[in-house]
């Protein structure tokens, strides 16, 4: 079984600053790695997704995130945000292998960016 | 092209009444699955239905809820005698059916119940 911490529940930042939100999850085999955004009264929307190779992937709006094994850990950043970034995220993992499907997702990160 | 869609958009009920939420996937997408998505829990998986096999019902909350997939298609989730906590934004989304768990998954708007 799989687990997804999403370390901090809301992010306020200003417009054109630069924004983290932390992802941690815990697996004991290998997996696959997603963020989701979720706008208000939408459904969620993928971002973009780490499967193998580079450890940094990019995604679409600007945003990217690295994997990093060690620490279990795969953080999204913006180097600057803009207001209509202002959603919930969500991480989420799913393991690797034939007939892997479900999804196991953080608890969300609410992004408030202030004008 | 048309995306997942979800109806109704919000519903809401009596604390005892039966209510049916329905999906309709994108079309071609033989994966389907439905979550729940309460205030501060997240995303929940409820179940996942894959062309003809058996559906995967292991996140269902209880007995009082089930689901059914028509023709691989349309699909309908079913709460029996809805109790508060059945309060919550549910969602389905669909997927193509690749083996290796690398399938983007599509997500409805969702409906919003509430249960009085």
């Known amino acids: 079984a799989q687990s997804v911490t999403q370390l901090d529940s809301q992010v306020p930042v200003f417009e054109e600053a630069p924004v983290e939100l932390r992802c941690n999850y815990s697996s004991s085999v290998s997996v696959y790695l997603f963020w989701y955004v979720q706008y208000p009264n939408q459904g969620l929307q993928l971002l973009l997704k780490?499967?193998?190779?580079?450890?940094l992937v990019k995604g679409i709006n600007g945003f990217e995130a690295e994997f990093n094994k060690s620490q279990t850990s795969f953080h999204l950043r913006k180097p600057s945000v803009h207001i209509s970034d202002t959603a919930e995220y969500f991480c989420a993992v799913s393991e690797t292998g034939a007939g892997s499907y479900q999804l196991t997702f953080g608890k969300g990160t609410k992004l408030s960016v202030i004008p | 092209g048309a995306g997942v869609s979800q109806s109704p958009s919000n519903k809401v009920t009596e604390k005892g009444k039966d209510v049916e939420l329905r999906c309709d996937p994108i079309?071609?997408?033989?994966?389907l699955y439905w979550y729940r998505q309460s205030l501060g829990q997240g995303l929940e998986f409820l179940i996942y239905f894959q062309g003809n096999s058996a559906p995967d019902k292991s996140g269902l909350p209880s007995d009082r809820f089930s689901a059914e997939r028509t023709g691989g298609s349309v699909s309908t989730l079913t709460i029996q005698r809805t109790q508060q906590e059945d309060s919550a934004v549910y969602l389905c989304?669909?997927?193509?059916?690749?083996?290796?768990?690398?399938?983007?998954?599509?997500f409805g708007p969702g409906t919003r119940l509430t249960v009085l």
């Open positions: 780490y499967l193998s190779g580079s450890t």
């Open positions: 989304a669909s997927s193509l059916a690749r083996a290796g768990g690398h399938n983007e998954q599509f």
């Open positions: 079309s071609g997408h033989t994966a």
